[in-house]
């Protein structure tokens, strides 16, 4: 910056940052005078030399020097500025690195701070010149790694590992296709006596029943049972689940083994044990929400029922007349004879299957067969229903 540009005394703005008024009157009183030809003759000799640069005149400089002296002595010094400190801190730091390992790879002694001055003024200026091309240094604890960015593996990892838990979890529910069905397990689906049965004997596969059996006995015994009669004392009412319950008259004996012989917990098969019996069955809450099937197998007939109230009578010659009655009081039953001839019975009507024959004759519901239906509907549900 030459004196042309901010000549002495002239060099200090207008309000620039806020300067004390002593101090700017003071400088703002020196003249402006021209450096004698022999002076700067003089003084570029001595700094090439190296020596001391004396002052050109005592007078006006030495009252300057004074004033000086007096203003600067009342002024506090103003704190550096932070950005400019951290940034001379940071080049200090790279520079004084970059010189200690280049001397360590070219083998030389470190530079020493007593050397000429010119060496240290030119060591400085290449410091600041290394520190300005090249970022400052991160400095990190001893014993610390730089951390290393994760692979694609570690990234997707725990992601692929939440997606299998939900695939596993709710794909089935979400992704399968139709209602399967559940393969068949007896133990799943227990037995339960809805009524008093004090003062009735029967039997489970030929043996008495003990009146004091628990209901858990009672139903470990009915769930590998092959058969179940009511032998004396009035008719015997079991429920299977929340699927259906079947009333066994006096004298009747009912066939469980086709239960263990479907192929899954939808599909039900039930029988008769003789040639006479009388049967009631009602269908539960849970026979038509999950599409259960329902077969009841005579001598003459196959009787399908779809969520119904229905009643099986068997008869045989010396009772009046051989044949199976299927009476319907509500809902429908498809009855299917020996020969696969087909007949559909409504609510209020009844079908007689002879044997030998291939004629299925309708009718309406006889008073007889409608007053045990109407018994097991008014009956106190069973538990759970």
């Not at 806020?18 to 700067?40: H, I, T």
């Not at 520190?131 to 992601?159: C, H, I, N, Y």
């Not at 997606?163 to 037995?191: D, H, I, S, T």
């Not at 197998?297 to 068997?314: H, N, S, W």
Request: hydrophobic residues 35%; charged residues 25%; proline residues 7%.
């Amino acid at each position: 910056m030459s004196k042309d540009q901010h000549p002495f005394g002239h060099g200090i703005p207008q309000g620039a940052s806020d300067p004390s008024d002593r101090l700017e009157s003071v400088l703002r009183a020196q003249p402006v005078e021209p450096a004698r030809k022999d002076f700067r003759t003089a003084l570029k000799a001595q700094f090439l030399a190296g020596e001391a640069v004396e002052s050109e005149s005592e007078g006006p400089a030495g009252e300057l020097h004074e004033s000086f002296g007096e203003v600067l002595s009342c002024e506090k010094a103003p704190a550096p500025d932070p950005d400019f400190r951290n940034r001379m801190r940071g080049q200090f730091l790279g520079s004084k690195d970059n010189a200690l390992e280049q001397s360590q790879e070219d083998g030389a002694a470190p530079v020493s701070e007593s050397g000429p001055r010119r060496d240290a003024r030119s060591q400085t200026t290449a410091s600041s010149a290394a520190s300005q091309s090249e970022p400052v240094r991160q400095v990190r604890s001893r014993g610390s790694a730089p951390k290393k960015p994760g692979t694609l593996l570690q990234f997707w990892a725990p992601m692929a590992a939440a997606a299998a838990l939900l695939l596993f979890f709710l794909g089935p529910k979400f992704l399968g296709g139709g209602q399967k069905k559940v393969p068949f397990e007896p133990n799943l689906v227990a037995w339960s006596l809805p009524d008093d049965l004090t003062g009735l004997e029967w039997t489970i596969d030929g043996e008495s029943v003990d009146p004091a059996s628990s209901p858990e006995e009672i139903g470990e015994r009915l769930s590998q049972a092959k058969s179940v009669a009511a032998v004396d004392g009035g008719g015997l009412r079991l429920a299977y689940g929340r699927y259906f319950q079947v009333a066994v008259a006096e004298g009747s004996a009912l066939d469980l083994s086709g239960l263990s012989q479907v192929a899954s917990n939808t599909d039900f098969q039930l029988g008769m044990v003789g040639e006479s019996g009388g049967f009631y069955i009602q269908t539960g809450p849970d026979f038509k929400s999950k599409n259960c099937e329902l077969t009841f197998q005579t001598p003459d007939a196959e009787v399908g029922v779809l969520g119904t109230v229905f009643a099986i009578d068997r008869y045989t010659a010396e009772q009046g007349g051989e044949g199976t009655c299927v009476c319907c009081s509500e809902g429908n039953v498809k009855v299917v004879d020996a020969f696969e001839g087909q007949f559909e019975a409504g609510a209020g009507k009844s079908c007689f299957v002879m044997p030998g024959s291939k004629k299925m004759m309708g009718m309406d519901v006889v008073h007889d067969h409608q007053v045990p239906m109407d018994e097991l509907i008014r009956a106190s549900a069973p538990a759970g229903w």
